[in-house]
T-cell receptor
Framework: GAVVSQHPSWVICKSGTSVKIECRSL??????MFWYRQFPKQSLMLMAT?????????EQGVEKDKFLINHASLTLSTLTVTSAHPEDSSFYIC??????????FGNGTRLTVT | ELKVEQNPLFLSMQEGKNYTIYCNYS?????LYWYRQDPGKSLESLFV?????AVKQEGRLMASLDTKARLSTLHITAAVHDLSATYFC???????????FGKGTSLLVTP
């Protein structure tokens, strides 16, 4: 079945530094990728939608200058958390779609900012 | 604003019992998804319901969709401990393929 690989699985960084998370579709071309954030014991909240070759669309309340998304190819999207703060600590999950195929989720990245 | 409401949010049930989780949504979407999440893990796809009246079953779980009532149910039959997890329903947003999730139902199955 279709697989979405997310890397790293977990990362610890110091406050003020930047962290990049990768999301790869391994056996299909993902024209659209989505980034979600999940705080402990809460649901998943959509952060942004990225389409290959164009700018990402951010949900209301998500700072586009803080959460940089790049979808440079049909198999790779990256989320960079810039100038991370402890309140950015969360579980980040990507998902990928290929023109209507069921969504496939990555394994998630646990970010801890100290 | 698209709303997806699940209930109950917490469910403790004994092994062998039956129960139903409900998912109400406010959009006219005819696609509804059910996922399972174990602690510290990502989402596992359980069911994709694509049309009114759709019913799907896998093991002790059965999901149904009533698009007219904007209601989906996840029925658990003869629960076992391995079913303990958080279950989410989700509906596609108007922008296409992005999902709006319910708050999740945390299920604990006890002996």
């Amino acid at each position: 079945g279709a697989v979405v690989s997310q890397h790293p699985s977990w990362v610890i960084c110091k406050s003020g530094t930047s962290v990049k998370i990768e999301c790869r579709s391994l056996d299909f071309q993902a024209t659209t990728m989505f980034w979600y954030r999940q705080f402990p014991k809460q649901s998943l909240m959509l952060m942004a939608t990225s389409n290959e070759g164009s700018k990402a669309t951010y949900e209301q309340g998500v700072e586009k200058d803080k959460f940089l998304i790049n979808h440079a190819s049909l198999t790779l999207s990256t989320l960079t958390v810039t100038s991370a703060h402890p309140e950015d600590s969360s579980f980040y999950i990507c998902s990928a779609s290929d023109r209507g195929s069921p969504l496939h989720f990555g394994n998630g990245t646990r970010l801890t900012v100290t | 604003e698209l709303k997806v409401e699940q209930n109950p949010l917490f469910l403790s049930m004994q092994e062998g019992k039956n129960y139903t989780i409900y998912c109400n949504y406010s959009t006219t979407s005819d696609r509804l998804y059910w996922y399972r999440q174990d602690p510290g893990k990502s989402l596992e796809s359980l069911f994709v319901l694509l049309s009114n009246g759709a019913v799907k079953q896998e093991g002790r779980l059965m999901a149904s969709l009533d698009t007219k009532a904007r209601l989906s149910t996840l029925h658990i039959t003869a629960a076992v401990h391995d079913l303990s997890a958080t279950y989410f329903c989700a509906v596609e947003t108007d922008s296409g393929y992005a999902l709006n999730f319910g708050k999740g139902t945390s299920l604990l199955v006890t002996p």
